[in-house]
Nanobody
Framework: VQLQASGGGLVQAGGSLTLSCAAS????????MGWFRQAAGKDREFVAS????????FYADSVKGRFTISRNNVDNIAYLKMTAMKPEDTAVYYC?????????????????WGQGTQVTVSS
């Protein structure tokens, strides 16, 4: 499956932003979806994952209660709604899909990656 992330930008601390990930070239509902991020000089880290139906979600502790992952299985799009944003949320955000349909936090399970979209949170 091919993935294309969009929606990044500059936002003030406390603000909100929603990222989108459009999928093509595969059967969207056979894959869970995930979001990861990589800040400058740091390793890529897990942010959120949703299972194939959208009913099961996992979040990193750092974003729990502020970010919401969802998906639209008709339009083949996954979303990451980010609220109460902090400067430490600044990173390049990537959407990804694992082989399986179960939500997972394990980076090694993801084999399809989007190109990344920059999110910058100013203080």
């Amino acid at each position: 499956v091919q993935l294309q992330a969009s929606g990044g930008g500059l936002v003030q601390a406390g603000g909100s932003l929603t990222l989108s990930c459009a999928a093509s070239g595969g059967t969207f509902t056979t894959h869970a979806m995930g979001w990861f991020r990589q800040a400058a000089g740091k390793d890529r880290e897990f942010v959120a994952s949703v299972n194939w139906s959208g009913q099961i979600t996992f979040y990193a502790d750092s974003v729990k209660g502020r970010f919401t992952i969802s998906r639209n299985n008709v339009d083949n799009i996954a979303y990451l709604k980010m609220t109460a944003m902090k400067p430490e949320d600044t990173a390049v955000y990537y959407c990804a899909a694992p082989q399986g349909s179960s939500a997972t936090m394990n980076t090694y399970e993801y084999d399809s990656w989007g190109q990344g979209t920059q999110v910058t949170v100013s203080s």
